[in-house]
Nanobody
């Protein structure tokens, strides 16, 4: 059974940092792109960042460029999201996902497996 488990969320003050992790189990995802999305209350789930199968290509939403960094460790079947200079607008539930393909995409339908999410709250 495929399982994605996010961790690392929490409450942080504006300007602070958090590092999210997403551990995948049940199968190996080293051939597939992985991504992070987020959903704030009352809003649609939105793309945050994605990384291709071997980590040499990444893509970010404009709102997080220069502040967030996505990376992966295929040996550990894990993807990370380093979040720096956090803002109150970054408050959301963050979800990791495994794409259906090796290349990166920024829309939810390109992703076949999803975690349960981890809450990130940034206070002003």
């Amino acid at each position: 059974q495929v399982q994605l488990v996010e961790s690392g969320g929490g409450l942080v003050q504006a300007g602070g940092s958090l590092r999210l992790s997403c551990a995948a189990s049940g199968r190996t995802f080293s051939s597939y792109a992985m991504g992070w999305f987020r959903q704030a209350p009352g809003k649609e789930r939105e793309f945050v960042a994605a990384i291709n199968w071997n980590g040499d290509n990444t893509n970010y939403a404009d709102s997080v460029k220069g502040r967030f960094t996505i990376s992966r460790d295929n040996a550990k079947n894990t993807v990370y999201l380093q979040m720096n200079s956090l803002k109150p607008d970054d408050t959301a539930v963050y979800y990791c996902a495994v794409a259906r393909y090796s290349s990166i995409y920024d829309y939810t339908k390109a992703y076949g497996y999803w975690g349960q999410g981890t809450q990130v709250t940034v206070s002003s």
